[in-house]
């Protein structure tokens, strides 16, 4: 070997070590930053990974699978991803029109003419929530009823506006989409996913819940609010949710790494064309002026961003359903993919989302504060209970005992235990709220402050009885 060659072998390895030891570094800021998330007012429990131009750069799981029996959440975790549902059942309509047994242009009316309106709305109208259909249907989430069922729920009800000529999400519309997926291809939707979407992809670990006690195994337990024996609310497993019959609107549980699968199948153009990759991306236009820079196209929200000082596109979707959380961002300006799945509503995502970039752009971020300790509650705070007026709510904020422990109750909600940082300073445990009471020397208490999110809200005074 010559001298020139072993200059640039040598270099060569120099500069492997250089990028190897910054992505490493990149890495550990991620893992650092959601360790503090972890740790906030908004305690992160779910699973992450994050990939920059197709090459996974960091994956991690925190918090818990089972909050009652202290089982952690893995990598591997499964999650209900509500919403993000939606993106299957949007790439399913797509692949039926790339094979032309669908048109954009379809009218619903050839499958469900029984729905007010339905000889005006059409597949592109349903695509981008252009259809004027309610948000829901008039079941709740926890009925085991078809999804058909939901859908007829609303067939007399008028048009929210004229289909096209607004914008408004429905998931109504995606259950629609749902019977036409099946009635086209004359597969069950889970059927027709399995075969046309998660094997072309490789994904193994999603699917869905057929019905309530089947058992999923890997599956992360939601989080969610939930009342004791006292009647307070409290950290506790989330309720049942009849997932099978929200269909192509909310059905699917996945993993990390298969949602990562899909957006990589996806964006590479193993699923659909790329040319219907691009389309998927478009901002298409409502008749009325819009106002938001948020676009509903096929199967992403594409926030036009444009207007900042360093400009770009973001696409996005995000679900939530009963405990859990899930968010698959694409920056496609600088390559970067996100998949955050959580199981509690309490998790942060967006935020967490846009720190994850700056991290890999090398631009400033955020790491949230950690929330303050707890200290035991001593006989002398309680000159803090009592009721304090919030006129501008239009209600009365009640901070009493019970089981021993301090509560706060207000909006007619149920109580909400609160746990002490110093004499003067009470946080809660479901929401990022601070309450700090005056210091005083009288025997109770006269004015509290509100912070939500760090953020001042109102100073209260003790109600005069």
Same mark, same amino acid.
């Given at each position: 070997?010559? +001298?020139?060659?072993?200059?640039?072998?040598?270099?060569?390895?120099?500069l492997? $070590?250089?990028? %190897?030891?910054?992505?490493?570094?990149?890495?550990?800021?991620?893992?650092?930053?959601?360790?503090?998330?972890?740790?906030?007012?908004?305690?992160?429990?779910?699973?992450?990974?994050?990939?920059?131009?197709?090459?996974?750069?960091?994956?991690?799981?925190?918090?818990?699978?089972?909050?009652?029996? %202290?089982?952690?959440?893995?990598?591997?975790?499964?999650?209900?991803?509500? &919403?993000?549902?939606?993106?299957?059942?949007? *790439?399913a309509?797509?692949?039926?029109?790339?094979?032309?047994?669908?048109?954009?242009?379809?009218?619903?009316?050839?499958?469900l003419?029984?729905?007010?309106?339905?000889h005006?709305?059409?597949?592109?109208? /349903?695509?981008?929530?252009?259809?004027? $259909?309610?948000?829901?249907?008039?079941?709740?989430?926890?009925?085991?009823?078809?999804?058909?069922?939901?859908?007829?729920?609303?067939?007399?009800?008028?048009? /929210?506006?004229?289909?096209?000529?607004?914008?408004?999400? &429905?998931?109504?519309?995606?259950?629609?989409?749902?019977?036409?997926?099946?009635? *086209?291809?004359?597969?069950?939707?889970?059927?027709?996913?399995?075969?046309?979407?998660?094997?072309?992809?490789?994904?193994?670990?999603?699917?869905?819940?057929?019905?309530?006690?089947?058992?999923?195994?890997?599956?992360?337990?939601?989080?969610?609010?939930?009342?004791?024996?006292? =009647?307070?609310?409290?950290?506790?497993?989330?309720?049942?949710f009849?997932s099978?019959?929200?269909?192509?609107g909310?059905?699917?549980?996945?993993?990390?790494?298969?949602?990562? @699968?899909?957006?990589?199948?996806?964006?590479? %153009?193993?699923?659909?064309?790329?040319?219907?990759?691009?389309?998927?991306?478009?901002?298409?236009?409502?008749?009325?002026?819009?106002?938001?820079?948020?676009?509903?196209?096929?199967?992403?929200?594409?926030?036009?961003?444009?207007?900042?000082?360093d400009?770009?596109?973001?696409?996005?979707?995000?679900?939530?359903?009963?405990g859990?959380?899930a968010?698959?961002?694409?920056?496609?300006?600088?390559?970067?993919?996100?998949?955050?799945?959580? +199981?509690?509503?309490?998790?942060?995502?967006?935020?967490?989302?846009?720190? #994850?970039? +700056?991290?890999?752009?090398?631009?400033a971020?955020?790491?949230?504060?950690?929330?303050?300790? @707890?200290i035991?509650?001593?006989?002398?705070?309680?000159?803090?209970?009592?009721?304090?007026?919030?006129p501008?709510?239009?209600?009365?904020?009640?901070?009493?005992? #019970?089981?021993?422990?301090?509560t706060?109750?207000?909006? =007619?909600?149920?109580?909400?235990?609160?746990?002490?940082?110093?004499?003067?300073?009470?946080?809660?445990?479901?929401?990022p709220?601070?309450?700090?009471?005056?210091?005083?020397?009288?025997?109770?208490?006269?004015?509290?402050?509100? +912070?939500?999110?760090?953020?001042?809200?109102?100073? #209260?005074?003790?109600?005069?009885?």
């Amino acid at each position: 070997m010559n +001298n020139t060659l072993k200059i640039q072998v040598a270099l060569l390895s120099m500069l492997c $070590l250089f990028f %190897g030891a910054k992505a490493q570094l990149k890495s550990q800021k991620i893992h650092e930053l959601v360790e503090a998330n972890v740790n906030s007012l908004k305690p992160f429990s779910g699973s992450i990974l994050v990939a920059q131009n197709d090459e996974v750069v960091y994956k991690g799981a925190f918090g818990f699978a089972d909050i009652e029996k %202290g089982i952690k959440n893995k990598v591997d975790s499964k999650y209900f991803i509500g &919403s993000l549902t939606k993106q299957f059942t949007t *790439v399913a309509v797509l692949q039926l029109i790339e094979n032309n047994q669908l048109s954009f242009d379809d009218k619903i009316s050839q499958w469900l003419p029984e729905i007010n309106g339905s000889h005006k709305i059409s597949i592109h109208h /349903l695509l981008t929530h252009q259809s004027g $259909l309610p948000r829901d249907s008039k079941q709740d989430y926890d009925e085991d009823v078809p999804y058909l069922e939901r859908v007829l729920s609303v067939k007399q009800d008028t048009l /929210l506006f004229e289909p096209g000529d607004q914008e408004r999400y &429905s998931s109504v519309g995606f259950y629609v989409l749902t019977y036409i997926i099946e009635e *086209v291809s004359g597969k069950k939707y889970e059927e027709y996913f399995n075969e046309h979407i998660f094997k072309p992809a490789g994904m193994k670990n999603t699917g869905v819940r057929k019905k309530r006690g089947d058992i999923i195994e890997g599956l992360s337990k939601g989080i969610d609010r939930s009342p004791d024996e006292f =009647g307070v609310d409290r950290l506790a497993h989330a309720q049942y949710f009849s997932s099978y019959s929200l269909a192509g609107g909310g059905a699917l549980y996945s993993t990390v790494e298969d949602m990562f @699968k899909f957006s990589s199948a996806l964006e590479n %153009g193993k699923l659909v064309s790329k040319e219907m990759v691009w389309k998927m991306k478009l901002k298409w236009p409502t008749k009325t002026e819009r106002k938001s820079r948020l676009y509903h196209s096929f199967g992403w929200e594409v926030w036009d961003l444009t207007h900042w000082d360093d400009p770009l596109t973001m696409f996005d979707y995000a679900g939530r359903i009963y405990g859990y959380k899930a968010m698959h961002r694409y920056y496609e300006k600088d390559g970067i993919v996100i998949i955050v799945l959580c +199981n509690s509503d309490y998790s942060e995502r967006s935020n967490l989302g846009w720190a #994850i970039r +700056n991290i890999l752009l090398d631009k400033a971020y955020e790491i949230p504060k950690p929330a303050s300790p @707890k200290i035991p509650f001593v006989e002398s705070m309680k000159k803090h209970l009592g009721t304090y007026d919030f006129p501008s709510e239009e209600t009365t904020v009640e901070i009493k005992l #019970i089981n021993g422990r301090m509560t706060l109750t207000s909006h =007619g909600d149920k109580p909400m235990y609160l746990y002490p940082a110093n004499f003067n300073t009470f946080y809660s445990d479901l929401i990022p709220l601070k309450i700090t009471f005056e210091p005083t020397a009288k025997d109770s208490t006269q004015r509290l402050e509100f +912070n939500h999110n760090n953020e001042f809200v109102k100073t #209260i005074e003790r109600k005069k009885n």
